[in-house]
């Protein structure tokens, strides 16, 4: 046991830094301008991905890599003496790839279940990306007047698909991957 | 040695719990380096959103095996290390060795490692780089460009009709709804005359107002673009294109404004000419794009590639390092090992521990060199346990030597003849203590002198010729009476010598046993005259009585009858003379019978007193000293007879002073001897030292008259009472007689 534990401040660090060395490849992504409101009859969520268009994000767009992200929306009923009870959970993917023939981006949003949008433009297409505009988290007779609630969101990147199996051999490609913090607002209905 | 089996069971259980203990100490360690492994991983890794679960769990095995096992490696490794730098601070035997092989064998692997490591690196990046070469992204772009052409030359076509086509829509307003028919006809002719595949028209409110297709086409259904394209930006060249998979290959959707190139709001219609790419045109064509999509995603993946390689070159590179030095460790060990045994085997034996002994190693040089060590530790064990018994032996033997020497020691010291041993060339080697009291010397006066030196005069001459006499080998023992006067009193010797004779007939010493033979002389001598004495008396007493008794008888018969003087003085004088001879005859019975004394305490100053009483009136010339201490303790002594020794004694004194003189009498008490010395000194004449040596002897007499039985008497008397009398020379001159009596 001994020359274990003689070992244990040389083992240790070691561990540590390969257990953090997955924080240090996450970027400063945010989410920016949460807005909780309602319309008549439902509640309504906005919010915006900051930071996850890097250069390198875009130059594995560009390469064709499809990549989606997701956004996690939850809605919970605050209670004091017990957990929260999730009243919705959420997951909204935005895909995109491009088509580099033809030049242009196709962006699928899946809250939108129209058909896959075509845009021409990077801008336009991180736009499209990284925007939630008026999406219906629940409608309003669902909640109780006076009653405290809360919305948890966060952003993540999906696991990137690589091609030829490569994600096989390379463990290590997580540099464009992203995970926002859960952020949370709470209000009162 | 050997343990009792007991005590062999209860070592190895406690060793089992030991190593027990030990193995689910080791695993329960693993085990939380595998959670944590993986926990480590998770959190760098991540798989594909598809990578199926078995592939992924086996991906994490492999991994953490890998990493447990190089962990595994460096704990190995470090914990030797440390173990041998530790080791090399203290000085341990065979540290510098073990640090040699080490070094030599990380060197050994390091070198090669490195430059594989380094070639192997450069040869991957080469090659990466080689396929990811210019020409061959030049040709995909290439084809991509082809690709895009396509499209873009589809484009351009249809823009080139669109604007025909709006600008005779335009002119003709065949916009408006009442032309409906006619621009019904003219997008068909418009059709037919440039082989369009369709085309379209849509109105301002985005719904289609007419279309044409080529006859394949027809009675089938043809998608509507939704008003969101339509209203969309027109790009550059003021269309806008938008394409459609069918099941006949692509449809590219070319839009326009009528007019053409106005902006939305100003737009009366919208006209839109349709191509079909043919399918396997267009699958061509995805397979292009395709495979630049892929071609890029791995240009991107290149470095991460590359990097991927290095960490496993490095990884594969570090367990071969690692590998390499743990045996290093091993094979020095299993060097070092047996030469600390045999460093610590020597020092052993060279403090005396023989019973060192190095276990069997490996049969090479290093196992014979050590079965060298136990033999020659058993050989040296052997030849001092040899040593040690012949050590012992030896000593027994001088034991017994030093008894026999000191008992002959003994003997020598107890004998009663004097032993004087001398050496070849005359020294004294050895004397006795018989011969030491007998000649009156000490052995340190004489020892390791030489005889030349210590005698004189005819003595030397003679001790000369008895000396040349051995020493030639003439004769080997010689046997010599001699008369000595040792200390002024006549002592006769009995001497033996014997020459001392070595192996080879070299002469070695002479060796001198001589007894004293004087008491001896005096006591055959005295036995001697007393037989005589008991005969003459005996023979002459026998014949005296008749004749006594015959004048007697005659006497007594013719006395009164013959009346004649003369007769009566014949017979007296008959008488009396027998009486003397009868006297004469009885002093000599007496003295071959005198009567034993009969000692009693008494003291002895009075009997001298009354001795000297005697003399003193007659003899006015001489004068009578009497000193006595004024202590004399009482002795046993017969009065009687030592009066007469007295007597005897003062007599010879006064005979001996011829007018006047001085006769002494001293008492001397001898404490240190416990005897009593009586001396008496006269001034006479003196005594030779012949005379002394027979004086005692009975019929010895310098005087004219007398028997010579005087100091004969005085000389029994004096030892029936077991003390001695003896004479020396008075100074200046005379004689001293001295008795010395036992307290």
Known sequence: MTPFLKRAPVLIPLVL?????????????????????????????YLTVEGAFTEDMQTAILSGVATTFSFYVNLHRTRSLWLDKKMVSLKITHTIKYDNLKNEFIIQRS??????????????????????????????????????????????????????????????????????DWYTIDFIY | MGKTPAINRTVQS???????????????????????????????????????????????ILININMLLLLLLIFLVLRNLVKLLYDRKRKVMGAKLRTKLVVAFIALTLLPTIVLFFFSINFITASIEFWFNVPVEQALENSLKVGRNIYAITEDNNRFYLDRVAYQIKTKKLYEPAKHKALSHYVQVVQNAFNIHGVEVYGTNSKRITYA???????????????????????????????????????????????????????????VLNVIIPQDLSERMSSISRGFEEYQQIKLLKKPIQITYYITLSIVGLLVVFCAVWFGFYLAKSITIPIMALAEGTKKVAEGDLSFTIGAVADDEIGSLVNSFNKMTKDLRGSREQLELSARMLRERNIEIEARRQYMEIVLKNVSAGVITLDADGYITTINTSAEKMLRLKSRDVLHESYRSLLWGQHLNMAREVMDS?????????????????????????????????????????VMVFDDLTELEKAQRMAAWREVARRIAHEVKNPLTPITLSAQRLSRKYSQELNEPVFDECTRTIIDHVDLIQNIVNEFSSFARFPTADPKPGELLPIIEETV???????????????????????????????????????????????????????????????????????????????????????????????????????TIVNDHNGSVRVRDNDPRGAIFIIELPI
């Open chain 2, 14 to 60: 406690i060793d089992d719990q030991k190593r027990r203990k030990r193995e689910i100490i080791i695993i329960a360690v693993i085990v939380a380096l595998v959670a944590l492994l993986t926990f480590a991983e998770n959190r760098v890794i991540h798989f594909g959103a598809d990578f199926p679960i078995s592939n992924t769990i086996l991906m994490f």
């Open chain 1, 111 to 180: 809250w939108e279940d129209s058909k896959p949008i075509t845009v021409q433009s990077i801008e336009e297409a991180e736009k499209m990306m990284t925007e939630i505009d008026s999406l219906k988290v629940i409608p309003l007779d669902h909640l109780e007047k006076g009653n405290r609630y809360q919305i948890r969101t966060k952003a993540q990147l999906s696991k990137v698909r690589l091609p030829l199996y490569l994600h096989y051999i390379l463990f290590f490609v997580s540099m464009w991957d992203f995970e926002t």
């Open chain 2, 613 to 715: 009483a005697l003399y003193r009136e007659g003899h006015p010339n001489i004068n009578f000293n009497i000193q006595a201490p004024p202590s004399i303790p009482i002795l046993n002594l017969d009065r009687q007879q030592l009066k007469q020794a007295m007597i005897n004694l003062v007599d010879n004194a006064i005979a001996a002073i011829k007018m006047d003189g001085d006769i002494a009498i001293s008492l001397v008490l001898d404490n240190a001897a416990d005897k009593v010395r009586i001396e008496v000194a006269d001034s006479g004449h003196g005594i030779s030292d012949e005379v002394k040596t027979r004086l005692f002897e009975p019929n010895f007499s310098t005087k004219k008259t007398g028997m010579g039985l005087g100091l004969t008497i005085v000389s």
């Open chain 2, 213 to 271: 297709l080529i006859p394949e086409l027809e009675n089938k259904p043809f998608s509507v673009i939704s008003a969101n394209d339509l209203q969309q930006e027109m790009n550059a060249n003021n269309v806008r294109t938008i394409s459609e998979n069918i099941n006949r290959g692509q449809l590219i959707r070319t839009i326009g404004t009528v007019p053409f190139g106005v902006k939305h709001t100003e737009a009366k219609a919208y006209v």
């Open chain 2, 470 to 510: 051995l020493m030639n080998a003439e004769e080997n023992a010689v046997e010599l009476p001699l008369k000595l006067s040792i200390n002024g009193r006549p002592r006769s010797f009995l001497i033996n010598l014997n020459s001392l004779k070595g192996n080879a007939g070299e002469h070695m010493g002479i």
């Open chain 1, 17 to 45: 830094l390969v257990l953090f060395a997955g924080q240090v490849y996450a970027q400063d992504v945010r989410l920016k301008n949460i807005i909780v409101t309602n319309t008549r009859d439902d509640l309504l969520i």
